[in-house]
């Protein structure tokens, strides 16, 4: 006589084996609830970077496109800690420069440009127009609060552009001195 067999699971092995899925699906979910917010942290920390980088490559850019007027007018108008307003060239060699003015105002980096129009330094300049390069940008608490640092050169060998022009705003004497800016934020 065959007897068939019976196969299967118990109750108590059934019981244990769901236990164990419960645990292993709320470990998941809860790993699950976690990444979610940290990728959007790290979103928002990648975009902020690039929208800094984007402004500081703008400003840059600028900055070293100054220009003076003639032998007696410096590229530099005014300058302090949180603004710059000098002449540039951001067109071709007979292209009028520009007045421009970067500020960092209510936790945003602005820039304003007047348009030149005429030859230097009989140049003339029309209606500002402004933009927001950065929002929500922050002062650095170190090494200092000042968005925009001015340096000149030494006056020994090796010539080098590290003399810090600390009081702001700038003389004018000391704005004739300027050869490097420093901009954090």
């Known amino acids: 006589v065959l007897m068939s067999r019976e196969a299967g699971f118990t109750l108590p092995e059934v019981l244990v084996a769901a236990t164990v899925g419960m645990v292993v699906l709320l470990g998941a979910f809860s790993l699950i609830d976690t990444a979610g917010p940290l990728t959007l942290k790290t979103h928002d920390t990648v975009d902020a ?14 900055l070293r496109s100054q220009v003076c007027l003639d032998v007696n007018v410096p590229p530099i108008i005014s300058a302090s800690n949180d ?7 951001t067109g071709d060699e007979n292209a009028a420069p520009d007045k421009r003015r970067l500020a960092f105002t209510s936790n945003k980096l602005v820039e304003e440009v007047w348009k030149g ?14 933009r927001t390069l950065v929002a929500n940008a922050q002062k650095l608490t170190s090494p200092s609060t000042a968005v925009f640092r001015y340096y000149g ?9 590290t003399v810090a022009l600390a009081s702001t705003p700038l003389s004018a004497a000391d704005r004739a001195k300027v050869v490097k800016i420093s901009v954090s934020f």
């Open 49 to 62: 970077t690039q929208r800094g980088r984007t402004a500081l490559d703008q400003m840059t850019s600028q």
């Open 83 to 89: 603004e710059v307003v000098f002449y540039a060239n």
């Open 117 to 130: 129009t005429g030859a230097a330094p009989n140049t003339t300049f029309g209606t500002s127009t402004s």
């Open 153 to 161: 050169f030494t006056s020994t060998a090796p010539i080098t552009p």
